[in-house]
């Protein structure tokens, strides 16, 4: 009997201990696992930007670690003295902080991007129910500098606008992962075979073209030029026509991409200069001229009889009547004086002596496949737009539409894509695509396209624009230099889809140097209100006050 | 071979070959199954000794790679922070506002000719 209860009460354990360490194996090893096996998710550190400074480069972008302090108010003993003693670090009030404890919530934000020395100031305290939460955030040692190029990173860690958005992959890096078993503190048994540790991969280092010395001065004179003109915004682009390298790219208005989230409209995020395009007006008469000389359709000493005024498609194409009337101009005339009739009469010289499909082709072959208009450049920003080329067989009222295209109307193209093709007519015919950063790599890696023009087309266009300012703008005159440039007052299309009468546009595209260009400078101001032509009375003292600006402080070479 | 030796010869292998035939080597000793098994529970136990030894010495290295790991994300963690309050001291606003660069007086380029 005794000997049966025994073995009967073996039975009892064997059987409950197979059930638990044999059926149930799974259950309790994960359960226990649950307890123990921690994954965490390892932040990999954003790449900083860098710009030059000089000679040297300076970090322009940079991380910074700021801390949420929170509160589970169940733990939290005294609120009342908590929240006072915590507002005496923070500088916040105590009553917000109480407000915020007293709410039905197991997790109570009461202040957000702490910095450091507050961090270990209410580390000291000890509170119980009172913790910090790390966070990374970009910092910009430069204050509001090149806010638009740069862009920011939003709440999500995404790169918003600017280079930001565009590098975001490279800057962002990929997390990596710790899987392991740990002790209670959470720190990992490194004996365990499961465990798994991928180390994260840090983002890349940018370097940018950008000058920052330059960067700030073009925004300077660009934010202290637009009210003298009665003008709200602008934009102006600094570009190394050597290499393609943007030296500056100034906006107005812009933002503080550390307050990014003050900033009532989005539109103060996208760098004008690159995602605006516009009807460029008469500084699209460099780019005919250069089409005309290089497509041989045209001869730079040539001379011709202009009836001062154009009728095409029933439409009437006319100069200002300051142009003079109908006579006898030049090239160099169609340039100096921007004549509309000159740059329709070289459409006309296209299509051998009409505006055809011939001359439309030509044209938009030149547009399209030489100076790159209605494509993106590639620039390393966000939201680049491309441009509107109209096509040159498919629509109504072609001829017409591409006798206004050769003054720079009915087309659309960004500041910045203006600037590279008309680099690329001075600089020997060389495309070089516009980029902000540096790679590296040198002028020879951005060649787009070689002989977009011959040199020798090239040496002639750089002739006629320093004729242009020698002789019409003569107040861009800078002794020792070669200046060359053209204005334009671009006419503005309405919602009602005719162009306004009432405001313009005013550019100005134009290059300083010695015996070669060292700088391509394009202005935009934005219906500005001046009692004379936007280009020349609002763009080009712009030009002419950052041309000085770069002559006085950034060595370019004297001419011979 | 002289005579002597060969006789001398003929009587070892006589004596050789008289020798009682039986084998007299000593038997191997061997450990029973009790034995056996008591060792075998000691080596284990050894075994698990030695195992359990390492396995503590090995976590004890992870308390201190993640010590140092700690140690080496704050110095960069300070690294950062220096080159960030580097950067904003020499940012242009900064410069421009500083008391040395409002006692500097303006002169006209000498590079340029106006």
Known sequence: MFYGLLILIFAVFIVRLFYVQVIKHEDYKQAALSGQLKQYSIPAERGIIEAYSGNSVVPIVLNEEVYTLFADPVYVADKKAVAEQLSKITGDKAKDYLAKMSKDTRYAVLAKKLDNKKKTAIEKLKFKGVGLRTESIRAYPQGDLAAQLLGFVNDGGQGTYGIEQFMDSQLAGTPGELKAITDIRGVPLVASKDNVLKDPVNGQKIRLTIEIGMQKKVEELLKEHLPTVNSKSGSAIVLDPNNGAIKAIANYPSYNPSRYFDVKDAALFTNPAVSSPLEVGSIMKTLTVA?????????????FYDPAQFTVDGYTIHDVAEDGGAQ?????????????SGATWIMMQLGGGQINEKARKLDYDYLTNHYFFGQKTGVEQGYEAPGVVPDPSEGFGLNIKYANMAFGQG??????????????TIN?????????VDDGKGAASKIKKQNIISPKISAQLRSLHENSVNTHYTSLIHPGYKIGGKTGTAQIAGSNGKYRTDVFNGTFIGYIGGDKPAYVIMIRINEPHVSYFAGAAAAAPLFKKISDMLIDNFSIPRAD | MTYSSSISIGRRRFATRHQNAVSMAEQARTIGPVSNSIVLVILTCLLGLLYLTQVTKTNSSGYKIDQLKKEYSQLQRDHDELELTAARLQSMDRVAKSN???????VAPTATVR
Not at chain 1, 292 to 303: E, F, R
Not at chain 1, 328 to 340: A, G, H, M, W
Not at chain 1, 411 to 424: D, E, G, N, S
């Open chain 1, 411 to 424: 087309l659309t193209v960004t500041p910045l894509q203006m600037a590279a093709a008309f680099a690329a």
């Open chain 1, 428 to 436: 020997g015919g060389t495309y070089y695509q516009p980029h902000l």
């Open chain 1, 291 to 303: 089409t005309g000389l290089n497509s041989g359709a045209i001869k730079v000493n040539q001379t």
């Open chain 2, 100 to 106: 040395a660069a409002k006692e500097l007086a303006s």
């Open chain 1, 328 to 340: 006898t101009r030049s090239i160099s005339d169609i340039l100096k004086f921007s004549l509309n």
